[in-house]
């Protein structure tokens, strides 16, 4: 797993959207929250980073890869987002600026996002959180605008499995 080094915090909104992304699985939500010391996750609140990327990874372990990235793509229904990002492109550039609206900390990482030509990107991940749940960003970030988003895996490996980023080519 993956955790930050400076104590940072996690907005607890974009917890809570998360958790409402498995809103299938209210007993799986319940256990991990009781396992992590609450019953709830209040929305209006700033969390500990690292305490908030062991749900992100315990509820990850509990679902798989396919259930993270559906709920990575539910997500991004209800996310809040800067003003003026209304199409593919400026939401893939934007993305970084919507972490950082949901996570402060000086080693938080970043999301970086160069146009391959008008119909494809290459982001470079290097947050917190679960990979396949950035690749369900990344879609719900395409389908919120209605194109549909081709997300493979870069190679350079992964941070999920030790590596220093992840890379995500995106075709649109």
Request: proline share 4%; charged share 20%.
């Amino acid at each position: 797993m993956r955790t930050s080094k400076s104590g940072g915090q996690y907005n607890g909104a974009a917890l809570y959207s998360f958790l409402l992304g498995l809103g299938h699985s209210e007993a799986l939500v319940q256990k991990v929250l009781r396992d992590a010391g609450v019953d709830r996750i209040d929305p209006t609140r700033w969390y500990d980073i690292n305490w908030a990327m062991e749900i992100y990874f315990a509820i990850y372990e509990k679902i798989g890869r396919g259930a993270m990235i559906a709920v990575g793509k539910k997500m991004i229904e209800t996310a809040p987002f800067p003003p003026g990002l209304d199409d593919v492109k400026s939401l893939l550039m934007g993305l970084d600026a919507a972490y950082r609206m949901n996570a402060r900390a000086a080693d938080i990482g970043a999301i970086t996002c160069d146009f391959d030509d008008d119909n494809s990107a290459t982001l470079v991940w290097t947050t917190l959180g679960p990979c396949p749940l950035n690749i369900g960003i990344i879609e719900g970030c395409c389908s919120r605008v209605g194109a549909p988003a081709l997300v493979e895996h870069g190679t350079g490996g992964c941070m999920d499995e030790g590596g220093s980023s992840c890379t995500y080519l995106v075709s649109f």
